[in-house]
């Protein structure tokens, strides 16, 4: 199918999108190798809720990502592999290359018994071989569970034992930033409480010799090396599980959002090549980690699938100086650049000859993903980087939606700083009041949701349908409640304001703030904490604790940072809070509900009017902790 060209072809596209979605995507899935092709497009019913995508069709999508791509760009570069150290040399993967290595992992895999419809963990850093092990299982049919390589042991074990996994592939440790993380320790430490893993593969990659286990360890090495490389791609139903990807939820406990293999490869494959413009032979270089969405949709599968050459960057913005980025594009003539406004934000404020030293003249596109992009980040990303010459692409989606939801397409949809925009074809939004009602018309603000199904999205929660249904088609039944408040301007463009829910974003990162909590209620003096989220100029959200303990700390500043590595150890880093206020009590209900919106307020520094405090057990609370906001 043709790309969309113009605006008045968005137009068109969008219409038809609308008016006949199984002609539009019965369309756009031709494009592809289907071992069997689809009985029907469509069937779905969002009160169950039940989305099934090209129904009886049967595919692999590395057949689409590798096999197709042999012939005509068997010896172009796949995957260009920029390391943490800059000192230490790139690596490129030819699509040739790529192919043998995947087949190879995944005759690996199968020597080691694992099946079509396993679960496997996949756990390492940012190197070529974390691409390999998730497209080796792709290719055998087992169903991949990657978990950022930043998280601690206990989030590894909850991810390992919800989604059973026989195997994990990890390594013996990384180097992010000069420092070193020993992965296989946190394997080590995680696998005792794990009785499902049978087996767990270690790639060598900073030659730690960390231990083995006889029978249950392998070095990749040993295993894969002599594997064979050729591997025939398992026949998948379009609706079989493609992975499982962890995401924050409201409770304490991640929820595995699972995609499927047929309307995810289609969708993915659609809109990378439609936001982006992607031409042939461009260089794409998504800098998420593979460990999120972002990583799964647009660094392997959308680029892979469009046959571009896809950067994976084991590093990290700062380090070894704050400019890192700019040296790589200049490096690997990156033609599209796809980052996070905290990224944006703090490489902003170093100074501004870390930009002018490098040659970006090769960038014809930018992108920005994770969370809204200020104003003030946006234009200092179109001039310094993009020059006024490269359209930003701010693209709105989330792990549950798979792919892009609302972005503007480059050199088509005509921006306006800090909008997401307009819906990509297919997507249906609408935008809800309080009471439920849709507000139809232009120039209102509301709640976002889908009221149409697309190719893309999470088909259920791993393990638990009742928590996808009460989560996401409750709030405003027959339609899937994103958790985003959004603002729709005259011209029909999107906002998108930020979370209405319990999740914050911090550094484009999705957190509820419920596990923060319980993990910081895991230390010992801790007796009840509420978290909420509050203006960062860096991160966009930091996260703000306040912490009731059993007795009133001698040491404000130990007990703080005994609570952050409690926290770090729980979760990992990432979830670290920027501030933690101690309290003698929170503002509560009479049915003992806290009440957030006041923390918020005190969080965001809004001290002077609390609203309505007479559901308080006890008001005076609130007059304790404004004085002690930090
Ligand atoms: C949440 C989803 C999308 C992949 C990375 C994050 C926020 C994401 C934008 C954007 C405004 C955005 C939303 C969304 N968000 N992109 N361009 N503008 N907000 O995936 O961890 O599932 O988080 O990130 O609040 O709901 P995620």
Known sequence: MNLIQSN?????????????????????????????????????????????????????????????????????????????????????????????????????????????????????????????????CARIGAVHSVVFAGFSSGSLVDRITDSGCSAVLTTDGASRGGKRIDLKKIVDDALPKCPTVKSVVVFDCIHSKPPMQEGRDYWWHDVVNSAPSVCPAEEMDSEDLLFILYTSGSTGKPKGMVHTCGGYMVYINYTFRTAFQYKEGEVFWCTADLGWITGHSYILYGPLSAGATTVIFEGIPSWPDMGRFWQAIERHKVNIFYTAPTAIRSLQLAPLSFVEKCDLSSLRVLGSVGEPINEEAWHWYDENIGKKNCPIIDTWWQTETGGFMITPIADVTKLKPAHATLPLPGVQPAVMDENGKELTDNGVEGRLTIKFPWP????????????????????????????????????????????????????????????????????????????????????????????ICHQKPDNDEGLRGEIRETVAKIIGPIAKPDKIQFVSGLPKTRSGKIMRRILRKVAEGELSNMGDTSTLTDPAVVEEIVKGKL
């Open 8 to 136: 008045q072809d968005y137009l068109q596209q969008y219409k038809n999108s609308v008016e006949d979605p199984e002609k539009f995507w019965d369309e756009v899935a031709r494009d592809f190798v289907w071992k069997k092709k689809w009985n029907k497009v469509l069937e779905w019913d969002f009160a169950k809720p039940s989305v099934k995508w090209f129904v009886g069709g049967k595919l692999n999508i590395t057949e689409n990502c590798l096999d197709r791509h042999l012939k005509e760009r068997g010896d172009q570069r796949a995957i260009i592999w920029e390391p943490s150290d800059p000192k230490d040399a790139p690596k490129s993967i030819t699509y040739k290359e790529l192919h043998e290595q995947v087949c190879k992992v995944a005759n690996m895999l199968k020597n080691l018994g694992v099946k079509k419809g396993d679960r496997v963990c996949i756990y390492m850093p940012m190197i070529p071989e974390l691409a390999y092990a998730v497209l080796a």
């Open 456 to 547: 893309s999205m999470a088909r259920t929660i791993y393990g638990d349908h009742q928590r996808f249904r009460d989560t996401y088609f409750s709030t405003f039944p027959g339609k899937y409640f994103t958790g985003d408040g959004c603002k729709r301007d005259d011209e029909g463009y999107y906002r998108i304001t930020g979370r209405v829910d319990d999740i914050i974003i911090v550094s484009g990162h999705n957190m509820g703030t419920a596990e923060v909590e319980s993990a910081i209620d895991e230390h010992p003096s801790v007796v009840e904490t509420a978290v909420v989220g509050y203006p960062h100029d860096i991160k966009g959200q930091g996260i703000y604790a306040f912490v």
